[in-house]
């Protein structure tokens, strides 16, 4: 079935240094590739996904390129705040649940 | 629009005790689910349900029970509730497509003592 791994955390880092989640997939076929987040003491909420291969992903500053080849989407932004400190997950459709196969989540510690 | 709304935000029962999480969604989704949150493991599927009526098991449904008689809500009970159940519950819709977004609720927190 589907997997997905990310890299361990926690990731601890400088406001605006450059960040990067590693995620990599197993899948059938080219699936939609999303990440979702969850900011302390809240649900999760999507914020990015890629529909097809090649494609990429952005909002708030945040990154993610589709790449079929090394099945990965792997997280980036060049510039973190203190405010992007949060927990992030990758994820991909289980097909016939409708439903989403995650990573384990990676937290991330931005200091001042 | 509320989105996705779950209740009780925190919940502490003793073993052996039953209880229900409400989960209520007013965008007319006809997929919602019910995962639980532990830390390094990420989410897991517990239930799910593609329509009023409908619902089938997902990766971790011992000691869980749901039913889907509205469009709009989504319950799940914890039969005899167990110290293995403490854990951060997780309901979510999508309008369905493969392409589409999850919505989260806010978790309900729960210890079994």
């Known amino acids: ?112 | 629009n509320a989105g996705v709304t779950q209740t009780p935000k925190f919940q502490v029962l003793k073993t052996g005790q039953s209880m229900t999480l409400q989960c209520a969604q007013d965008m007319n989704h006809e997929y919602m689910s019910w995962y639980r949150q532990d830390p390094g493991m990420g989410l897991r599927l517990i239930h799910y349900s593609v329509g009023a009526g409908i619902t089938d098991q997902g990766e971790v449904p011992n000691g869980y029970n749901v039913s889907r008689s509205t469009t709009e809500d989504f319950p799940l009970r914890l039969l005899s509730a167990a110290p293995s159940q403490t854990s951060v519950y997780f309901c979510a819709s999508t309008a369905g497509g493969l392409t589409d977004t999850q919505y989260f609720g806010p978790g309900t927190r729960l210890t079994v003592l």
């Not at chain 1, 079935?1 to 601890?12: A, D, F, H, L, R």
């Not at chain 1, 880092?13 to 699936?31: D, H, V």
């Not at chain 1, 080849?69 to 992030?88: C, I, M, P, R």
């Not at chain 1, 016939?96 to 510690?109: D, H």
């Open chain 1, 1 to 112: 079935g589907n997997s997905v791994t990310q890299m361990e955390g926690p990731v601890t880092l400088s406001e605006e240094a450059f960040l990067t989640i590693n995620c990599t997939y197993t899948a059938t076929g080219y699936p939609s590739l999303f990440w979702y987040v969850q900011y302390p003491g809240e649900g999760l909420q999507l914020l990015l996904k890629a529909t097809k291969a090649d494609d990429k992903g952005s909002n708030k500053g945040f990154e993610a390129t589709y790449r079929k080849e090394t099945t990965s989407f792997h997280l980036e932004k060049g510039s973190v705040q203190v405010s992007d400190s949060a927990v992030y997950f990758c994820a991909l459709p289980d097909t016939g649940r409708r439903a989403l196969t995650f990573g384990s989540g990676t937290r991330l510690q931005v200091q001042p």
